[in-house]
Each structure stands twice: as C-alpha cells, then as structure tokens.
C-alpha cells in the first residue's frame, strides 16, 4: 500500500528519562535561591520505532517519572499499529486509560509524548516539517520572552534582543514588576507569573491585577491555582487586565473551561502534558473560537517539546509568544541535535522533515533521574509557607499580595 493510504507499523517505544541539570540548577526559575522547585527537573523523551527504520521524537512531562511507567503501559495499545493513524492512536489510548480515572497531566503527557513522536514519523515519511501538515505555516518565526527576577537581569534579556520578559513570584510579584518596568521602560512587554498557588485568593488575585493595572502587562499568569474556577470567574468579573494560565493543566479537556467561560485571553498550554501535538492543535482551535491568544508554557520542560510548540505556533493564526529558558543549563543544547535560532529576540521556525530534532542518547544516559519533586533547600521550616499550603502560610504572605508598590 502506499505512503499516502497507511504509515509504517510502529515496531517499538522507547523512553529517556534523565535529570535536566545537577541538583543546584533549576531551569523552572529566574530567581533559585530558594526556590523548591531547584534540581527538580527532569526531562522524558519517547522514542517510536517503525519496521521501516523511521524513528519518531516525542517528550512527555506532568512528572515525567510517572509518566515514563504510562509510556511503558500505552506502549501495548500502539505498537503493531499504523503510525500515521495519529487521531485514532491518541483515541485508542484515552479509551485504554478510562479506568484509571479522568484524564489528567501523567495520563496526557504520555498519550502527548506518544502523539508528537508520531507526528515526527509521519512528516520525516512525507518529506515536509510537521508544521506543512498542520495547514502549512503563517509565520518564519515566534516572538520569544525571557525571564527576568530584578532589573539587571531583564536589562541583560533587552540587551540580548529579547522584547519581552516575565518576572513573577509566589512572594512579591508586583514589586517585582514594578522595578522592570521602570529598568526596561514602556516598550517592553512584561508579563507577571504568579504561580497559582492554593493559598492566593480571589480578593489576593484581584488585588494583585488592579496594583499591576498601571504597568499595563501583556498578562498576568496563574493569578489563582488551577483547580479554582471559581476564583477565575470572580477574578474575571473584578478585572480588565488580560489574565493567562492552563500550563498545569492535562489535556485538552482540563483547559476547555477556561476558554469556555472566557476566564482567560491568553492560553499557556503545555506541550509536554496537553496531549501533544494534537492536543496543543485542539486547543489553538478552540481558543481562536473564543478569540483568546496561545503562549504555550516551556519553564520545565526540554527541548524536544519546545520543537512541538514551534511547529504549532507557526501553523495557527492566533500564536501569541513563547516561553524561552534563557539562560538554562548548557544541557539544554547538548542532549539534542538541533537548537532553535534566536533573532531579534525571536525564535526561528525549524524547517526540517518532522520535528526536526533528535536526542543525543549517549548525553541523556550520562544523566540519570534522580529527583523529581521539590524540596526545600536546607529542609522543612515547620509552621511556615514551605511545609503546609492554605491556612499559615495566609498571614506573613499577605502584605506582599496587597499591591503593595
Ligand atoms: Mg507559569
């Protein structure tokens, strides 16, 4: 049969699992003094093997050593199967997991991981970039944003091309924000991450959007944690300042009711824990329904799904900007064999068949996991923030969410 009806069986899966940096290193913040997430990153790649010797890339996050496991168990649903058949591989997965509950980031970082590598397949079968398959390309590149703790840091990000930045914090984000905008003036974008932690409220978050209101930010992220809806429906009603978020969460189910609802204008999925290739699609579709922009999230995730989220964004019109690691770990460049081009702060659509990146194996298995949940540097201080979420952490971190400027 030929290429064009029916793919190249899927003959194998396998997974490379490795710590992203030594232990001292965090790519996931601007500011690690004493950040929890410091030495917590890992990256998973997923490689699918077919009987003609194409080999596809993908990469699955949404804690990627629980994810590794459900590769390893959806590896029986895909293999022997057609690898262009790319919509009925991810459905054929959803239905294999229902029992395991609703679905959500381990589930849809593994299905994701699985998706993008098929797409690599099919466009390295077909001879054309990935993006050529998604409707073909709008754009040659995607605006980038830096990271920027204090107004050196984001004076140094200007100085390397970079026009936008995000600063941010679970601590003082708008003192933060503050001290950049007045260090890079008003022709840069700034955006304000606040982490969605559980213990910011709605009165917190909506404090928070009126004091950062007159730096006029591109958005604000997570101004609540996830899982509060009803917080971003209060939130909404109470502010006029575009507000982000869906990097945490699974799929393109978990994100449809902030696009549903209107909750957001900005829409940061992940591509290594929204189902892939497929899944950052879907959600570019139903967000440009709701006229709302995509900025997919990349703080913790590798290169490889870094690549997914370019070819995406240059095939769908409502593409806003990219998170950019920059700095991170000199790893970054050296477990893959391509790195995207950065111009004028810029990212460069890549125009090889496929993905158009590799991993280097022999680096990724000098780099074993072993650490992928945080802990606090110099241990637990009992009865603060860093030991328990809601009720103490509420009084000594009041102040610095009271728009304080
Ligand atoms: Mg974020």
Same mark, same amino acid.
């Given at each position: 049969?030929?290429?064009?009806?029916?793919?190249p069986?899927?003959?194998g899966?396998?997974?490379?699992?490795?710590?992203?940096?030594p232990?001292?290193?965090?790519?996931?913040?601007?500011?690690?003094?004493n950040s929890?997430?410091?030495?917590?990153?890992?990256?998973?790649?997923?490689?699918?093997?077919?009987?003609?010797?194409?080999?596809?890339?993908?990469e699955?996050?949404?804690?990627p050593?629980?994810?590794?496991?459900?590769?390893?168990?959806?590896?029986?649903?895909?293999?022997?199967?057609?690898?262009?058949?790319i919509e009925?591989m991810t459905?054929?997965?959803?239905?294999?997991?229902?029992?395991?509950?609703?679905?959500?980031?381990?589930?849809?970082?593994?299905i994701?991981?699985i998706?993008?590598?098929?797409?690599?397949i099919?466009g390295?079968a077909?001879?054309v970039?990935?993006?050529?398959?998604?409707?073909g390309?709008l754009?040659?590149?995607?605006?980038?944003?830096?990271?920027?703790s204090?107004?050196?840091?984001?004076?140094a990000?200007?100085?390397?091309?970079?026009?936008?930045?995000?600063?941010?914090?679970?601590?003082?984000?708008?003192?933060?924000?503050?001290?950049?905008?007045e260090a890079v003036?008003d022709?840069?974008d700034?955006?304000?991450?606040?982490h969605g932690p559980?213990w910011?409220t709605?009165?917190?978050a909506?404090?928070?959007?009126? #004091? =950062?209101?007159? /730096? &006029?930010?591109?958005?604000?992220e997570?101004p !609540?944690?996830?899982? @509060?809806?009803?917080?971003?429906r $209060?939130?909404?009603?109470?502010?006029?300042v575009?507000?982000?978020?869906?990097?945490?969460?699974?799929?393109f189910?978990g994100?449809?009711?902030l696009?549903h609802?209107?909750l957001?204008?900005?829409?940061?999925?992940d591509a290594?824990?929204?189902?892939?290739?497929?899944?950052?699609?879907?959600?570019?579709?139903?967000?440009?329904?709701r006229?709302a922009?995509?900025?997919?999230?990349?703080?913790?995730?590798g290169?490889?799904?870094?690549?997914a #989220? =370019?070819?995406? /964004? &240059?095939?769908v019109p409502?593409?806003?900007i !990219?998170e950019?690691? @920059?700095?991170?770990?000199?790893? $970054?460049?050296r477990?893959?064999?391509?790195?995207?081009?950065?111009?004028?702060?810029?990212?460069m659509?890549?125009?090889?068949?496929?993905?158009?990146i590799?991993?280097?194996?022999?680096?990724?298995?000098?780099?074993?996991?072993?650490?992928?949940?945080g802990?606090?540097?110099?241990?637990?201080?009992?009865?603060?923030?860093a030991?328990?979420?809601?009720?103490?952490?509420?009084?000594?971190?009041?102040?610095?969410?009271?728009?304080?400027r």
């Amino acid at each position: 049969m030929s290429a064009a009806i029916k793919g190249p069986r899927i003959t194998g899966i396998r997974t490379f699992l490795m710590q992203a940096g030594p232990l001292g290193v965090s790519g996931w913040a601007a500011d690690v003094r004493n950040s929890i997430t410091t030495g917590t990153r890992n990256w998973l790649f997923v490689k699918v093997e077919t009987e003609d010797g194409i080999t596809g890339i993908g990469e699955g996050s949404g804690w990627p050593r629980v994810v590794e496991a459900a590769v390893r168990d959806l590896s029986s649903v895909v293999i022997g199967q057609d690898a262009f058949a790319i919509e009925l591989m991810t459905q054929r997965m959803q239905v294999a997991m229902m029992g395991h509950g609703m679905s959500g980031v381990v589930g849809q970082g593994a299905i994701g991981a699985i998706d993008m590598a098929l797409w690599d397949i099919k466009g390295k079968a077909l001879g054309v970039p990935v993006w050529q398959l998604l409707g073909g390309r709008l754009r040659d590149r995607i605006r980038a944003y830096a990271h920027a703790s204090t107004p050196d840091q984001a004076r140094a990000a200007v100085a390397k091309g970079f026009r936008a930045l995000k600063t941010g914090g679970v601590k003082n984000p708008v003192e933060k924000a503050t001290a950049i905008r007045e260090a890079v003036g008003d022709d840069i974008d700034i955006m304000i991450d606040a982490h969605g932690p559980p213990w910011l409220t709605a009165p917190d978050a909506i404090g928070i959007c009126h #004091a =950062l209101a007159p /730096l &006029a930010p591109l958005f604000v992220e997570e101004p !609540l944690a996830p899982e @509060d809806m009803e917080g971003y429906r $209060r939130l909404r009603a109470s502010t006029d300042v575009p507000l982000a978020s869906g990097e945490r969460h699974g799929g393109f189910q978990g994100i449809a009711t902030l696009l549903h609802e209107g909750l957001v204008d900005v829409v940061q999925p992940d591509a290594g824990r929204c189902g892939g290739i497929t899944g950052l699609r879907k959600i570019a579709i139903h967000a440009e329904s709701r006229f709302a922009t995509l900025a997919p999230h990349a703080g913790s995730l590798g290169p490889v799904a870094e690549y997914a #989220a =370019l070819h995406v /964004l &240059a095939a769908v019109p409502n593409a806003l900007i !990219l998170e950019k690691m @920059d700095p991170d770990w000199d790893g $970054r460049a050296r477990c893959v064999t391509a790195t995207p081009e950065l111009r004028d702060g810029h990212l460069m659509i890549p125009e090889a068949p496929g993905l158009g990146i590799d991993i280097d194996e022999e680096f990724v298995a000098l780099h074993p996991s072993i650490r992928n949940v945080g802990l606090p540097a110099g241990g637990w201080p009992e009865g603060t923030e860093a030991a328990t979420l809601y009720a103490q952490p509420r009084h000594p971190r009041a102040p610095a969410f009271r728009g304080k400027r």
